[in-house]
């Protein structure tokens, strides 16, 4: 690993995701920093951080996965601790960022906790927050600290421009109405048409139909969450009823949860990409494609420090 040239830039990881952690070290090109974090009996989370950090830029890895709640106490604790420890700036990078889905008042009396998580992170001292495909962009504006929300679907086109998914034979699918901007933009890096199945019948009933052209098309379903993996599950079928020639899937955060595994693997999927955000045992599964975004995460954070544009690791060379 060839050595970063600044010593001030840190890197720490917590239990969310060590293993992405690495590679990202590698990627930016320092080792990651000595702590502790571990547990008294009743469940009190203790951290320790075994290095000196006075003066230094610390980029604290966490993805707020499950157990969520411990995963952000773990976070909170770990940026309080170096406050502390007089570290001059302290950036949170998370790959996932946990709650995000709880960003508005759906119903009466309904939280926001996407915002009282941002504020919890800005107030316990964070100065930066790197993360990756929020689930709405707008969440952004939720913090009163620098955010650089890194995308996806460039990652993802890269991988099916190698598998040779491209072109007019193709079209890349929204499984549901609210993610048609997300499904836009890997249609246009993949010069695809686009459709959007809707879950929902006019009748009412949950066997949905497709808005868009899918006979005899291989179809790329997308999305930025697979939690249970029902919504691509129940989109495959649709398609296919629909005569989509192949369903392929691809996912930012691969949670599976609540039997995913089981659901999916009954699913008309050919393949799922999901990219390594989420530590999970899928990512051994062979119908899985798994994708690496410690480069881009790594490389952001090289820019932050170094003050120089992110805006190039937004774009696809063609």
Same mark, same amino acid.
């Given at each position: 690993?060839?050595?970063?040239?600044?010593?001030?830039?840190?890197?720490?990881?917590?239990?969310?995701?060590?293993?992405?952690?690495?590679?990202?070290?590698?990627?930016?090109?320092?080792?990651?920093?000595?702590?502790?974090?571990t547990?008294?009996?009743?469940?009190?989370?203790?951290?320790?951080?075994?290095?000196?950090?006075?003066?230094?830029?610390?980029?604290?890895?966490?993805?707020?996965?499950?157990?969520?709640?411990?995963?952000?106490?773990?976070?909170?604790?770990?940026?309080?601790?170096?406050?502390?420890?007089?570290?001059?700036?302290?950036?949170v990078?998370?790959?996932?960022?946990?709650?995000?889905?709880?960003?508005?008042?759906?119903?009466?009396?309904?939280?926001?906790?996407?915002?009282?998580?941002?504020?919890?992170?800005?107030?316990a001292?964070?100065?930066?927050?790197?993360?990756?495909?929020?689930?709405?962009?707008?969440?952004?504006?939720?913090?009163?600290?620098?955010? /650089?929300?890194?995308? @996806?679907?460039?990652? !993802? =086109?890269?991988?099916?421009?190698?598998?040779?998914?491209? *072109?007019?034979?193709? $079209?890349?699918?929204?499984?549901?109405?609210?993610?048609?901007?997300?499904?836009?933009?890997?249609?246009?890096?993949?010069?695809?048409?686009?459709?959007?199945?809707d879950?929902?019948?006019?009748?009412?009933?949950?066997?949905?139909?497709?808005?868009?052209?899918?006979?005899?098309?291989t179809?790329?379903?997308?999305? /930025?969450?697979?939690? @249970?993996?029902?919504? !691509? =599950?129940?989109?495959?079928?649709?398609?296919?009823?629909? *005569?989509?020639?192949? $369903?392929?899937?691809?996912a930012?955060?691969?949670?599976?949860?609540?039997?995913?595994?089981?659901?999916l693997?009954?699913?008309?999927?050919?393949?799922?990409?999901?990219?390594?955000?989420?530590?999970?045992?899928?990512?051994d599964?062979?119908?899985?494609?798994?994708?690496?975004?410690?480069?881009?995460?790594?490389?952001?954070?090289?820019?932050?420090?170094?003050?120089?544009?992110?805006?190039?690791?937004?774009?696809?060379?063609?």
């Amino acid at each position: 690993m060839k050595e970063y040239f600044d010593p001030s830039l840190k890197i720490f990881t917590l239990n969310g995701n060590p293993q992405l952690a690495g590679k990202i070290s590698e990627v930016v090109g320092r080792e990651l920093g000595k702590s502790a974090v571990t547990q008294f009996s009743d469940g009190e989370i203790a951290i320790n951080i075994e290095e000196s950090v006075r003066g230094s830029h610390v980029y604290l890895i966490q993805a707020t996965n499950y157990p969520v709640n411990d995963r952000l106490w773990e976070l909170l604790i770990m940026i309080d601790a170096m406050k502390r420890a007089s570290a001059k700036t302290v950036n949170v990078v998370m790959p996932y960022f946990g709650y995000a889905r709880q960003d508005r008042t759906a119903r009466p009396r309904e939280p926001i906790t996407a915002k009282l998580v941002a504020n919890m992170l800005v107030k316990a001292g964070a100065t930066r927050l790197l993360t990756l495909d929020l689930h709405t962009v707008q969440v952004q504006g939720f913090f009163d600290i620098p955010v /650089d929300n890194m995308f @996806t679907m460039p990652l !993802f =086109a890269q991988h099916y421009r190698k598998a040779g998914l491209e *072109g007019d034979e193709v $079209v890349v699918v929204s499984p549901k109405n609210s993610g048609v901007g997300r499904a836009r933009s890997l249609s246009d890096y993949l010069h695809t048409t686009l459709a959007i199945v809707d879950q929902t019948s006019e009748d009412g009933q949950r066997d949905g139909y497709v808005i868009g052209d899918v006979k005899d098309k291989t179809c790329i379903l997308v999305d /930025d969450i697979l939690n @249970t993996g029902e919504t !691509f =599950a129940t989109a495959a079928k649709v398609l296919k009823r629909a *005569g989509a020639k192949a $369903v392929y899937a691809c996912a930012s955060h691969g949670l599976f949860n609540d039997g995913a595994r089981e659901r999916l693997a009954q699913a008309p999927i050919e393949r799922i990409a999901i990219t390594d955000s989420v530590f999970s045992d899928y990512w051994d599964d062979p119908a899985v494609d798994l994708i690496s975004c410690a480069e881009l995460l790594g490389e952001g954070i090289k820019r932050i420090h170094e003050n120089t544009p992110m805006s190039p690791l937004f774009h696809l060379d063609n």
